[in-house]
């Protein structure tokens, strides 16, 4: 005879979480911390640039307040996203005795959000963490919807775990320090989401380029909020990607394969800027986006420095061979999320993504070449 048993879980931290978007909401943190962490146990996770400017006195104000904290630092850039720098934190935090009463702070861009996120997920099997992120690319993306993850040299993010922080507390103030690059690297996280979803505020975005460069507040803060309550509308649909959520990755086959070929040289919203171009350029050949749309994404991201010149350092196939890798793909069949109009996906029987045959990839960079 079968037995049935019913399994059903709450996840831990439980998935519902707030996400707090404004200026100098850091200096209130009284306000959101203390319920956060009674225990008053905390590890700030920060890389060597943002400990400077901003974790190193935050970190002295909640040990002012009682709060007994250890500042863990790494060095910035995608090469300390691995697995030994995991371990060297998680090795820092047992020795120093902290429990699974901490609260981990990811105080950073993407990479530290992600490395912590992942240590969150696995230290004494799982502590809450907050997201605070600092870079606008961090704020549109990877500080929402719990991806955490390392990479390998089998490619980007391929080991990891979705883990959803206890709060995200986006402090607009952070951004004031940000460099017109940094700006960029951000804004085509935005541009992407709003490609796929939403043309209003695609059209809203593409007419205040200028102000959104110059970091005019209230622009920024619209295009933030837009591009997060787009994201997280999709999140609460599919969190483990079965299907929805794929449509985030627009721009990240190739986005990723360029990343890995110019050995994380490039900034990944710069590949993901010229992933949109192949990736728009690949929809428009196989008939399903119009060229004007095409057109006018390409004049979009060639006015923010996305030109189709910097692909001249890659080479077709190498990016090929690697995006058969991609984790997203199956049955050999590279996956794409294609775009038919703008703020509209391409679907086959409710899938947003689709396999592409490898000739339209080469013939799509060719042609931008
Ligand atoms: N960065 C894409 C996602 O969160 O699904």
């Known amino acids: 005879m079968l037995t049935k048993v019913n399994v059903s879980l709450k996840a831990r931290p439980k998935s519902k979480y707030n996400i707090l978007l404004g200026d100098g909401i850091l200096s209130n943190w009284q306000n959101w911390l203390s319920i956060q962490c009674p225990d008053k146990q905390i590890v700030i996770i920060t890389d060597k640039i943002v400990e400077n400017i901003y974790a190193h006195s935050f970190s002295k104000t909640l040990t002012k307040n009682g709060y007994n904290v250890l500042i863990l630092s790494i060095e910035p850039g995608e090469e300390s996203k691995v697995q030994s720098t995991k371990e060297y934190l998680e090795l820092e935090m047992l020795k120093a005795k902290f429990g699974r009463n901490t609260l981990l702070l990811a105080f950073g861009g993407g990479i530290v959000g992600d490395l912590a996120g992942f240590i969150a997920a696995t230290y004494m099997r799982g502590i809450r963490y907050i997201q ?30 979705i883990f959803q922080p206890s709060l995200v507390v986006m402090d607009l103030a952070l951004l004031s320090s940000l460099s017109k690059i940094l700006v960029i690297n951000g804004l085509i996280e935005a541009l992407k989401i709003f490609l796929t979803l939403d043309n209003k505020s695609f059209t809203y975005a593409r007419l205040n380029l200028n102000k959104l460069l110059e970091r005019e507040p209230h ?27 794929m449509i985030l ?19 990944h919203g710069y590949a993901v800027g010229l992933g949109i171009l192949v990736e728009a350029k690949i929809s428009q050949l196989m008939g399903i986006l119009s060229i004007e749309n095409y057109e006018l994404i390409s004049r979009v991201l060639n006015s923010i420095g996305i030109s189709k010149d910097m692909l001249s350092a890659f080479n077709a196939d190498e990016i090929v061979s690697i995006a058969k890798g991609d984790k997203k793909n199956h049955s050999g069949k590279i996956l794409f999320v294609l775009l038919k109009d703008i703020g509209e996906v ?24």
């Not at 990755?249 to 900034?267: D, M, P, Q, R, V």
């Not at 391409?346 to 070449?369: C, G, H, W």
Request: no cysteine; glycine share 6%.
């Open 132 to 161: 605070i992120p600092t870079t606008l690319l961090a704020m549109i993306d990877s500080s929402v919807g719990g991806k955490t993850a390392i990479n390998t040299p089998y490619g980007k993010n391929m080991i990891g775990v």
């Open 219 to 245: 622009t920024l803060k619209s295009v933030i909020a837009r591009a997060v309550k787009l994201k997280v509308k999709v999140v609460k649909i599919d969190e483990f990607e079965e299907n929805l959520r």
């Open 249 to 267: 990755n627009f721009g990240h086959t190739i986005g990723h394969a360029l990343e890995k070929l110019s050995n994380y040289h490039i900034l």
């Open 346 to 369: 391409y679907t086959k029987n409710d899938m947003v993504a689709t396999p592409v045959d490898e000739n339209y990839i080469i013939q799509a960079f060719n042609s931008l070449l």
